[in-house]
């Protein structure tokens, strides 16, 4: 069993910067992928970004590469979402997930664990 807790988020406004981290626990962390999803209100849950063990390998949802960038320290067994330039429709509430493969893929099928999620809100 992995444990996922999400932290970093809150109010920003339009144009700055957050960086959303998650600590997983509970197993040994090697050999998993790792990911963030978000899910703004009325809306299905979407992938954000995928890093494999090593890191070597991310993946990222279209319109969010080059503003956001996953990474992980496995040392402190903790995945990051940096998110830069944001606006008003990044608001939402960032989930990271954890799998039992190495795969690095955006599907919400690849992934066994979920944590609670943070809210990020952009005001303009």
């Known amino acids: 069993q992995v444990q996922l807790v999400e932290s970093g988020g809150g109010l920003v406004q339009v144009g700055d910067s957050l960086r959303l981290s998650c600590a997983a626990s509970?197993?040994?962390?090697?050999?998993?992928?790792m990911a963030w999803f978000r899910q703004a209100p009325g809306k299905e849950r979407e992938s954000v970004a995928a890093?494999?063990?090593?890191?070597?390998?991310?993946n990222y949802a279209g319109s969010l590469k080059g503003r956001f960038t996953i990474s992980r320290n496995n040392a402190k067994n903790t995945v990051y979402l940096q998110m830069n330039s944001l606006k008003s429709e990044d608001t939402a509430v960032y989930y990271c997930?954890?799998?039992?493969?190495?795969?690095?893929?955006?599907?919400?099928?690849?992934?066994?664990?979920w944590g609670q999620g943070t809210q990020v809100t952009v005001s303009s």
């Open positions: 997930a954890a799998s039992n493969s190495d795969i690095a893929l955006t599907l919400k099928s690849n992934y066994n664990y």
């Open positions: 890093i494999n063990w090593s890191g070597s390998r991310t």
């Open positions: 509970g197993r040994t962390f090697s050999r998993t992928a």
